[in-house]
């Protein structure tokens, strides 16, 4: 049942219901009570109509099926045992009515209701990381997107490091040639890969369409050539529509004192183009 559906099922069962216990109450016990306390049905009826507005709140809300049930269920009970005590107000109640119907219904409603605020918050927590993921996340290859590779060089800039920015070669030609799923599909794969060989050390980043950027944590030219030329070799392991091997352009720039971060992915694109202009499939660094 779909959850429309289901609104539309509790809500008439909620009227029907409270419509036959105040029904069925006054056929059966329709003798006034000897004291009547106005302060008492004053409060009693003030707490229904706030349960019943709750009640109502939630059959307009968007949320899980599972949720929605028990707080919709919890809501109903804790109604039904608040009608019972604010006709105890006004009519002569049997004391077995205030035991196994008033309080039953009443501690019962609570409880539901609880756990069906628990299941909202839960959920609440869930959309919460989601979107935070989200936030930070490229759609397309579920790595780190630019918002994330920027927030994360600038809390570690005190660092010593090296950005390395990568450009795949003649991607618009793949998107031609073969359509732009296989260049979706080249872009997941490699993206796949990029990350897992930075799963240790680094953050790997799609900053642009087919650019991607690395925040290495280290300034060592050794190092840094070791690392750009295994990504080369990488990048060559990913097959275009199983006819022709994929290759990148690497440009890299390593952290000087006296360098901010936009100053280093300036050179980094510098160096970028420098690999291009010479060739692609290869690096510079500047």
């Known amino acids: 049942m ?11 069962f909620f009227i029907a219901m409270i419509s036959i216990v105040i029904t069925g109450y006054l056929l059966a016990y329709n003798q006034y009570d000897t004291e009547i306390h106005p302060n008492g049905v004053f409060s009693d009826g003030i707490n229904l109509s706030i ?15 599972k949720t929605y049930f028990y707080l919709s269920l919890g809501l109903w009970c804790w109604s039904t ?9 006004i009519f002569f109640q049997p004391r077995w009515i205030g035991i196994y119907a008033e309080d039953l219904f009443r501690t ?3 409880l539901i209701t609880g756990y069906g605020l628990y299941l909202a918050l839960q959920n609440l927590s869930q959309a919460h990381h989601q979107l935070s993921k989200d936030l930070v996340t490229d759609d397309l290859t579920q790595v780190a997107n630019r918002r ?6 600038r809390e570690n800039y005190a660092q010593n490091y090296s950005v390395f920015i990568i450009d795949i070669d003649h991607f618009k030609l793949i998107n031609d040639d073969f359509g732009h799923d296989e260049g979706d599909r080249v872009l997941k794969e490699f993206a796949a890969k990029f990350e897992q060989a930075f799963s240790t050390e680094g953050v790997f980043a799609r900053i642009g369409g087919e650019e991607f950027a690395v925040f290495y944590p280290t300034t060592e030219h050794y190092e840094i050539n070791k690392v750009a030329s ?10 275009v529509a199983k006819t022709r091997n994929l290759s990148v352009s690497i440009g890299i720039a390593t952290k000087d004192d006296s360098d901010n971060l936009d100053q280093i992915m300036k050179r980094a694109d510098q160096a970028l183009y420098k690999a291009k202009n010479g060739g692609r499939n290869r690096y510079e660094i500047v």
């Not at 045992?81 to 107000?89: A, I, R, S, W, Y």
Request: hydrophobic letters at 55%.
């Open 108 to 110: 019962s409603g609570m």
């Open 51 to 65: 349960v019943i507005i709750l009640f109502s709140m939630v059959q307009c809300s968007q949320l899980a099926k």
């Open 2 to 12: 779909c959850l429309k559906s289901l609104k539309r099922v509790f809500t008439l």
């Open 148 to 153: 994330y590779f920027y927030q994360w060089a």
């Open 230 to 239: 295994e990504l080369l070799v990488l990048a060559n392991t990913v097959l």
């Open 81 to 89: 045992g608040l009608v019972f005590d604010l006709l105890d107000e």
